[in-house]
Nanobody, 121 residues
Framework: VQLVESGGASVQAGGFLRLSCAAS???????MGWFRQAPGKERKGVAM???????KYARSVKGRATVSKDNAKKTSDLRLDSLKPEDTAMYYC??????????????????WGQGTQVTVS
């Protein structure tokens, strides 16, 4: 599975962003995850969604994030509202074949995109 993110930008606090991830070479059931990594910090889970459309969110973004998945188009979007400076990070989409597991854990996802930068000021 190859993944390509897009949509990263520099935005003002209080604004919103929609990140997109396009998957290729996949025809199966897979879980899509979104992660972020700020400079000098570990990569953390933001959200994930399975083929059935059931989402899960990290506490840090719950109520501000909406993750979606279009199985036919093989894409996933992450919308993040009410942006805060602490949302500044490189955002990655990731995929694992099969269903999502209990936690949004990077170690569960073998396929990764190259990342897209989000800067909130």
């Amino acid at each position: 599975v190859q993944l390509v993110e897009s949509g990263g930008a520099s935005v003002q606090a209080g604004g919103f962003l929609r990140l997109s991830c396009a998957a290729s070479d996949d025809d199966g059931t897979y879980c899509m995850g979104w992660f972020r990594q700020a400079p000098g910090k570990e990569r953390k889970g933001v959200a994930m969604i399975n083929n059935g459309g059931l989402p899960k969110y990290a506490r840090s973004v719950k109520g501000r994030a909406t993750v979606s998945k279009d199985n036919a188009k093989k894409t996933s979007d992450l919308r993040l509202d009410s942006l805060k400076p602490e949302d500044t990070a490189m955002y990655y989409c990731a995929a694992r074949l099969g269903w999502c597991l209990d936690d949004i854990s990077a170690s569960d996802f073998p396929y990764w995109g190259q990342g897209t930068q989000v800067t909130v000021s």
